[in-house]
């Protein structure tokens, strides 16, 4: 079924306002039919719960689903025509801004830079850069085998496994969704068309190397993945 409408999901800590004015973002930038889905979230739910909650309660078969964190800046505008182009004339059931064709064994996505993906622009809040990696194509989706959490388009009914509630909290659910789709056949793209904007420059810490852990544990008959054309 042709795709004509994105349901916009994000989890927030934040406040009303704050929450309100990402939701205006959306509205203002995403320029096809649309719905913004917020789930105020202080902890008490991982990811994974909170995602398949939003698929279980807000999933159409018209609909691609966007699970996105809420410190973004989209920085394209009508992006989601360009989504929607992207999903209704391809393959692809997963679309992200930066992803891998290759998992390293200890689970680590960016173990490899050269087998890299996307363009995402981050700031500090003083300074603002760029990460790219590989020269961006115009109108591409490059087949990888995992995307970034910060931006994942999702056509819910075209995947093999929802997001996986073995992981707790807010790391690692982004491979551990990936990750078994693409082994259960389903195809995973990054696009350079949509730039964004992250505030924030991602860090580790205990939870992180606790879920990488286990998604080692989890994998370790798979890991390392390389992406097969």
Same mark, same amino acid.
């Given at each position: 079924?042709?795709?004509? /409408?994105?349901?916009?999901?994000f989890s927030s800590h934040l406040s009303d306002e704050a929450n309100?004015?990402?939701?205006?973002?959306?509205? &203002? +930038?995403?320029?096809?039919?649309?719905?913004?889905?917020?789930?105020?979230?202080?902890?008490?739910?991982?990811? #994974?719960?909170?995602?398949?909650?939003?698929?279980?309660?807000?999933? /159409?078969?018209?609909?691609?689903?966007?699970?996105?964190?809420n410190d973004i800046t989209i920085r394209t505008r009508t992006w *989601?025509?360009?989504?929607?182009?992207?999903? /209704? !004339?391809?393959?692809?059931?997963? =679309?992200?801004?930066?992803? +891998?064709?290759?998992?390293?064994?200890?689970?680590? $996505? $960016?173990?490899?830079?050269?087998?890299?993906?996307?363009?995402?622009?981050? +700031? &500090?809040?003083?300074? +603002?850069?760029?990460?790219?990696?590989?020269?961006?194509? #115009? *109108?591409?989706?490059? #087949?990888?085998?995992?995307? &970034?959490?910060?931006?994942?388009?999702? &056509?819910?009914?075209? =995947?093999?496994?929802?997001?996986?509630?073995?992981? @707790? %909290?807010?790391?690692?659910?982004?491979?551990?969704?990936?990750?078994?789709?693409?082994?259960? %056949?389903? /195809?995973?793209?990054?696009?350079?068309?949509?730039?964004?904007?992250?505030? !924030?420059?991602?860090?580790?810490?205990?939870? $992180?190397?606790?879920?990488? @852990?286990?998604?080692?544990?989890?994998?370790?008959?798979?890991?390392?993945?390389?992406?097969?054309?």
């Amino acid at each position: 079924m042709k795709k004509d /409408n994105i349901i916009v999901v994000f989890s927030s800590h934040l406040s009303d306002e704050a929450n309100d004015k990402f939701i205006k973002h959306i509205h &203002d +930038t995403i320029g096809v039919k649309h719905t913004v889905v917020c789930y105020p979230n202080f902890n008490q739910f991982s990811l #994974p719960q909170i995602y398949n909650q939003a698929i279980k309660e807000h999933n /159409n078969e018209s609909a691609i689903m966007v699970f996105c964190h809420n410190d973004i800046t989209i920085r394209t505008r009508t992006w *989601g025509r360009l989504l929607l182009h992207k999903f /209704n !004339s391809s393959d692809f059931s997963i =679309i992200g801004v930066a992803g +891998t064709t290759y998992l390293a064994e200890n689970g680590v $996505w $960016w173990n490899d830079r050269s087998k890299m993906y996307g363009v995402v622009e981050h +700031t &500090d809040g003083y300074k +603002t850069w760029v990460s790219e990696y590989a020269v961006p194509r #115009p *109108g591409y989706t490059k #087949p990888v085998i995992l995307v &970034d959490g910060l931006f994942i388009a999702v &056509d819910c009914n075209n =995947i093999e496994h929802q997001w996986d509630e073995e992981f @707790k %909290g807010f790391h690692f659910y982004d491979l551990s969704f990936c990750v078994p789709n693409y082994l259960d %056949g389903c /195809n995973i793209g990054v696009t350079t068309d949509i730039r964004i904007l992250h505030q !924030s420059i991602g860090m580790v810490n205990e939870q $992180w190397d606790n879920n990488r @852990k286990q998604f080692v544990e989890k994998y370790n008959m798979e890991l390392p993945i390389v992406y097969e054309e």
